[in-house]
C-alpha cells in the first residue's frame, strides 16, 4: 500500500525551477515531514525536513538558500520548492513522514513512512 505519494519532478536546465509535492494519508501524515534524495548506488541523503506545525525548518547545507519546505496540513500535503537547480542536485527525489525527534530528522532511518519517489534530473 502506497503510503506516500510524491508528484512534480520532471526534467529542467539548470537554474530552473520545480515544486515537488508529496501527498499524505491520516496515517502517514505525520508530525515530521522531510524529503531525501538518492542516485544509483549511493544512499539517501537528507534534504529538508519540517516540524508539523511548519515552524521549525532544516535544510542541508547544499540546498540551504535554494530550496524550501513548507506543508499544508488541511491537505496533508508538504512540499518541496526548489531554485536555482544544479546538475548535481539530479536524483530521485522521496518524501518521509515520522515521529521523527527533531535532533534526528537528517537521519533516513528514524522515518516510518516513505513514498516511491520522483525523478529530477538537471541539464546543464
Known amino acids: 500500500q502506497v503510503q506516500l505519494v510524491e508528484s512534480g519532478g520532471g526534467l529542467v536546465q539548470a537554474g530552473g525551477s520545480l515544486r515537488l509535492s508529496c501527498a499524505g494519508s491520516?496515517?502517514?501524515?505525520?508530525?515530521?515531514m522531510g524529503w531525501f534524495r538518492q542516485t544509483p548506488g549511493k544512499e539517501r541523503d537528507f534534504i529538508a525536513a519540517?516540524?508539523?506545525?511548519?515552524?521549525?525548518?532544516y535544510y542541508a547545507d547544499s540546498v540551504k538558500g535554494r530550496f524550501t519546505i513548507s506543508r499544508d496540513n488541511v491537505k496533508k500535503t508538504v512540499y518541496l520548492q526548489m531554485n536555482g537547480l544544479k546538475p548535481e542536485d539530479t536524483a530521485v527525489y522521496l518524501c518521509?513522514?515520522?515521529?521523527?525527534?527533531?535532533?534526528?530528522?537528517?537521519?533516513?532511518?528514524?522515518?516510518?513512512?516513505w513514498g516511491q519517489g520522483t525523478q529530477v534530473t538537471v541539464s546543464s
Open positions: 518521509a513522514a515520522g515521529a521523527v525527534p527533531w535532533a534526528m530528522v537528517g537521519r533516513a532511518r528514524e522515518y516510518s513512512y
Open positions: 491520516a496515517r502517514t501524515f505525520s508530525n515530521v
Open positions: 519540517i516540524s508539523w506545525s511548519g515552524g521549525s525548518t
